[in-house]
């Protein structure tokens, strides 16, 4: 069966579908009419560390998502768009609260892969403790849209807004574990290469919360990779930054697919991991922490006086790590 309903979202077939999507999702938490135009959240049902908001930050995001392949190893465009959300808001400190979804899928889009996505989002929304409270579907026409785009936003709360401008001098640099194998899985899968690899996509908002109030800078490696991300965190932050060769968080096959590939790794993207600057004297208990979520995470440079990144060599040079530019991987988030 395929989604062949009105344009405008209209019409029986569309209240029904929207019926079953609305029963996968679930319930809404604590948040409160969600099947009118807007959802609503009563702040004092919160559980937060103090009982007045005065020194609490509401923190929103969106992200728009286009995947190919829209199934690939380890997720789907569904599970990379709550994941996404979720983690936009986690490396800033926050504690996700709600998501708002909006799905646009092309005419004769098949009625069970839609459904199949739906369930994907509800696992992963359940899974973390975060409600899907609100959204909208439209169905466009044949050739107007390559199969599927979906919108999220979201919100949460946090007492300490963690941003990429705040590196310090002395910190280390810490990855949550292993990068790149988004990339790798929708690559593998993309090319048909034999591979291993399953995306890394996953919510890291409890690996977050957990190190929060050690944490100076944060930033999910999503498009761009480390390059993107460390290059903007050191320009923002007024700090150089050095990575070490030898403790590069990348598996073999991840980088066997760079070399094959001619595309550089370090621009390879993360669905499910975290770059953060902690000071030296936290970084033991940090990673003691970190290991309990994934045993590869390790300090992988250190942040130094100056400007911009670099990467030590395993001879003892300095090699600078610019922004990528030009065309990236297309639609891998």
């Given at each position: 069966?395929?989604?062949?309903?009105?344009?405008?979202?209209?019409?029986?077939?569309?209240?029904?579908?929207?019926?079953?999507?609305?029963?996968?999702?679930?319930?809404?938490?604590?948040?409160q009419n969600s099947g009118d135009d807007s959802a609503s959240l009563a702040l004092a049902k919160i559980s937060l560390?103090?009982?007045?908001?005065?020194?609490?930050?509401?923190?929103?995001?969106?992200?728009?998502?286009?995947?190919?392949?829209?199934?690939?190893?380890?997720?789907?465009?569904?599970?990379?768009?709550?994941?996404?959300?979720?983690?936009?808001?986690?490396?800033?400190?926050?504690?996700?609260?709600?998501?708002?979804?909006?799905?646009?899928?092309?005419?004769?889009?098949?009625?069970?892969?839609?459904?199949?996505?739906?369930?994907?989002?509800?696992?992963?929304?359940?899974?973390?403790?975060?409600?899907?409270?609100?959204?909208?579907?439209?169905?466009?026409?044949?050739?107007?849209?390559?199969?599927?785009?979906?919108?999220?936003?979201?919100?949460?709360?946090?007492?300490?807004?963690?941003?990429?401008?705040?590196?310090?001098?002395?910190?280390?640099?810490?990855?949550?574990?292993?990068?790149?194998?988004?990339?790798?899985?929708?690559?593998?899968?993309?090319?048909?290469?034999?591979?291993?690899?399953?995306?890394?996509?996953?919510?890291?908002?409890?690996?977050?919360?957990?190190?929060?109030?050690?944490?100076?800078?944060?930033?999910?490696?999503?498009?761009?990779?480390?390059?993107?991300?460390?290059?903007?965190?050191?320009?923002?932050?007024?700090?150089?930054?050095?990575?070490?060769?030898?403790?590069?968080?990348?598996?073999?096959?991840?980088?066997?697919?760079?070399?094959?590939?001619?595309?550089?790794?370090f621009s390879f993207a993360s669905e499910g991991r975290f770059l953060a600057t902690v000071s030296e004297k936290d970084?033991?208990?940090?990673?003691?922490?970190?290991?309990?979520?994934?045993?590869?995470?390790?300090?992988?440079?250190?942040?130094?006086?100056?400007?911009?990144?670099?990467?030590?060599?395993?001879?003892?040079?300095?090699?600078?790590?610019?922004?990528?530019?030009?065309?990236?991987?297309?639609?891998?988030?």
């Amino acid at each position: 069966m395929t989604i062949s309903l009105d344009h405008g979202g209209g019409g029986a077939k569309s209240s029904e579908l929207i019926r079953q999507v609305r029963k996968i999702l679930g319930g809404a938490g604590k948040w409160q009419n969600s099947g009118d135009d807007s959802a609503s959240l009563a702040l004092a049902k919160i559980s937060l560390p103090k009982k007045d908001f005065q020194n609490q930050h509401l923190l929103l995001t969106t992200d728009a998502f286009i995947v190919d392949p829209i199934f690939f190893p380890g997720g789907d465009i569904g599970k990379i768009a709550v994941c996404g959300t979720i983690n936009d808001l986690a490396v800033m400190g926050a504690r996700p609260l709600g998501i708002s979804l909006s799905i646009v899928v092309e005419e004769g889009f098949p009625k069970a892969d839609f459904l199949k996505i739906i369930k994907s989002i509800a696992k992963v929304s359940k899974e973390a403790g975060v409600p899907i409270v609100t959204g909208d579907t439209k169905v466009t026409e044949k050739g107007k849209l390559d199969k599927i785009e979906i919108t999220t936003a979201g919100i949460g709360m946090a007492e300490k807004v963690i941003n990429n401008a705040g590196a310090q001098v002395g910190d280390v640099v810490i990855a949550s574990g292993d990068l790149g194998e988004h990339t790798v899985a929708l690559l593998s899968e993309r090319f048909g290469y034999r591979s291993r690899v399953s995306s890394d996509c996953k919510p890291i908002d409890k690996e977050m919360l957990a190190i929060g109030k050690f944490v100076h800078a944060a930033k999910d490696p999503t498009r761009g990779g480390l390059a993107a991300n460390l290059v903007e965190m050191a320009e923002k932050s007024k700090v150089k930054i050095v990575l070490d060769e030898n403790l590069l968080p990348y598996k073999k096959e991840t980088i066997a697919l760079g070399g094959l590939l001619g595309i550089d790794i370090f621009s390879f993207a993360s669905e499910g991991r975290f770059l953060a600057t902690v000071s030296e004297k936290d970084a033991a208990r940090v990673l003691r922490i970190l290991k309990k979520f994934n045993p590869e995470a390790k300090i992988i440079g250190k942040v130094k006086a100056g400007k911009g990144l670099y990467l030590q060599t395993k001879l003892g040079s300095l090699r600078p790590i610019e922004m990528p530019n030009g065309k990236l991987i297309p639609r891998i988030c």
